[in-house]
């Protein structure tokens, strides 16, 4: 089972952290993990954080302590639980750290977070509601891995309040209902599950997804939201994309009075949204979210219906724009110039994909993540260059087939000439034997 607690700390901060790394406790060093910072330097970047955003002032950071019983927990584990904890309740803005301490009986972790966003400047704030939300959370990663939770009256009684308070209040805030309104009105607007991502994109929000569970960045709050948590089961990844897709899948995508299959294509012209700063600047999805107030998003979007004939018809001139620029380019007369030409990219490819096979081999054995980067580099300009070449290649190909093709009708129209002109002189050979017969 675990316990939490909750400190502010409003002064000494590099203290409490001093305190809570002593390697005596965390075999030395051994047992700490760091969030958005190193452990050497926690307190140098928290600080740099706070001088940059000038909130220096205050509340410096939170110290949170969270036990465990020694017997069914290991020191490692119990860093990872902590680890886990500190990250889903303040990993995309926070620094934290995560120092796990063995001396005594209980196993336990000081969780030390800083109160100053390294992302937008904002303050955290241990409200009646965040307090319930680490102890809520707290308790569903403990049953996550088997951990026993504390059964008492008080204890029952204790969550019972913390989880009346957090519906409470995402009943009574104008902004979760806002948040919740949003969300409504993507899952109706959308067609598929990725509009119904970009849909909220455009309305500053961007969505984490984890197995079942969807959770939400928003403009409102500095921490992210967990949607089955905060307004039911109907939010889980999984019914959301039941709303999404279930109730008109046929009518969106067929039509009625014909057999053949409809595709709707997207078509819009406006503003288009960063999505790396949407990810990690709550600013931009404030400016976002002004520019969806402002009805500047999301921008004009209109449907056009699309056949697969269509896209065949697409296919086949992109195919012959290909051939022609080919042909063109290389000033090729006859099917033996695009036969050598053919032979040539081949004789490119061939080395290139031995070095594509080499290169594969050495990343699947390579486990330094700085080499592996490097390698998928490398491996994805030479797939590039491999696919061009093999474009190419299939272009000849065509162009031979459609000459052979050409050859094959020649010679067929050349006969039919041939049957016909001998058939005329047949005929013209009998005209002329009944026309001496007449006369004699």
């Known amino acids: 089972m675990a316990i939490t607690k909750y400190k502010v700390i409003k002064k000494n901060l590099d203290a409490v952290i001093n305190y809570a790394m002593n390697g005596e406790k965390t075999e030395n ?5 760091a969030i ?4 050497q330097t926690a307190y140098s970047q928290m600080m740099l954080t706070k001088k940059a955003f000038h909130k220096e002032d205050g509340r410096l950071g939170y110290h949170i302590i969270q036990s465990f019983n020694g017997n069914e927990i290991s020191p490692d584990k119990c860093n990872k639980i902590g680890t886990e904890l500190a990250q889903q309740l303040w990993g995309d803005k926070y620094q934290v750290i995560v120092c796990t301490h063995t001396n005594k009986k209980n196993v336990h972790n000081h969780i030390v977070l800083n109160s100053v966003s390294f992302i937008d400047g904002s303050k955290y704030h241990n409200s009646n509601v965040e307090i319930a939300l680490l102890r809520e959370t707290n308790d569903d990663i403990c049953r996550k891995y088997g951990l026993s939770i504390i059964k008492s009256t008080k204890a029952t009684t204790v969550s019972e309040i913390l989880k009346s ?5 995402n009943r009574n805030s104008g902004k979760m209902e806002l948040i919740k309104a949003d969300i409504d009105e993507a899952i109706k607007e959308a067609t598929k599950y990725q509009e119904f991502v970009n849909l909220l994109a455009f309305k500053g929000y961007y969505i984490k ?8 960045s928003t403009p409102y709050y500095n921490r992210n939201i967990k949607l089955a ?3 039911g089961e109907d939010y889980t990844f999984d019914n959301i994309k039941t709303r999404i897709y279930q109730p008109t899948l046929y009518d969106r995508y067929l039509k009625r009075d ?5 595709y709707k294509v997207r078509i819009y012209d406006g503003i288009k949204i960063n999505q790396e700063k949407l990810k990690t600047s709550s600013f ?5 979210h002004y520019l969806y107030l402002l009805g500047k998003l999301p921008p004009k979007i209109h449907y056009e219906e699309r056949t697969k004939k269509y896209y065949k018809e697409i296919d086949k001139f992109n195919k012959l724009t290909d051939e022609m620029n080919l042909i063109c380019t290389y000033n090729l007369e006859s099917k033996r110039d695009v036969q050598n030409l053919k032979i040539k990219y081949i004789e490119e490819v061939t080395p290139l994909k031995a070095k594509q096979e080499k290169l594969r081999q050495l990343y699947r054995k390579t486990t330094n993540e700085t080499d592996r980067s490097f390698l998928e580099y490398k491996l994805n300009n030479l797939t590039k260059d491999i696919d061009k070449l093999n474009s190419k290649i299939q272009t000849c190909k065509r162009i031979i087939s459609k000459a052979e093709k050409g050859e094959k009708e020649t010679i067929l129209i050349n006969n039919r000439i041939s049957e016909n002109q001998l058939n005329n002189e047949q005929e013209n050979a009998i005209n002329k034997n009944k026309d001496k017969k007449r006369i004699r």
């Open 165 to 169: 308070r957090i519906a409470n209040y």
């Open 229 to 231: 948590r905060t307004f």
């Open 29 to 33: 060093g051994i047992l700490v993990s």
């Open 209 to 216: 997804k984890s197995n079942n569970v969807i959770s939400v």
């Open 36 to 39: 958005n910072c190193l452990p």
């Open 258 to 262: 014909n057999n053949e299959k409809m």
């Open 284 to 288: 931009y999805r404030l400016y976002v």
